[in-house]
């Protein structure tokens, strides 16, 4: 069984900083690019972080190049998001998900709210 499971999102103020993290199972993680998507209230799901299959290659939207920072560990199936100097515009649910998004089921995503 496929299954995407997100945590460490949380409140933080603008300046702060979060540390997300993607656990997967139940499909071959090591040769998928992997991604981090947000959804922010009445927008649609974006793509905001993506890293290659063996961690060589990474993406970013402009809107958080030089401030998130996408890694995985291929041992651990699990991918990371460092997010710092957060702003309020950072706010929303996190995902994670392959590249392009393949797995239909998403997990349940990790809140992040950035208070000004």
């Known amino acids: 069984q496929v299954q995407l499971v997100e945590s460490g999102g949380g409140l933080v103020q603008s300046g702060g900083s979060l540390r997300l993290s993607c656990s997967a199972s139940?499909?071959?993680?090591?040769?998928?690019?992997m991604g981090w998507y947000r959804q922010a209230p009445g927008k649609q799901r974006d793509l905001v972080a993506s890293?290659?299959?063996?961690?060589?290659?990474?993406n970013y939207a402009d809107s958080v190049k030089g401030r998130f920072t996408i890694s995985r560990d291929n041992a651990k199936n699990t991918v990371y998001l460092q997010m710092n100097s957060l702003k309020p515009e950072d706010t929303a649910v996190y995902y994670c998900?392959?590249?392009?998004?393949?797995?239909?089921?998403w997990g349940q995503g990790t809140q992040v709210t950035v208070s000004s």
């Open positions: 998900n392959t590249v392009p998004q393949q797995i239909q089921n």
């Open positions: 139940g499909f071959n993680f090591v040769t998928n690019a």
């Open positions: 890293i290659s299959s063996g961690g060589g290659r990474r």
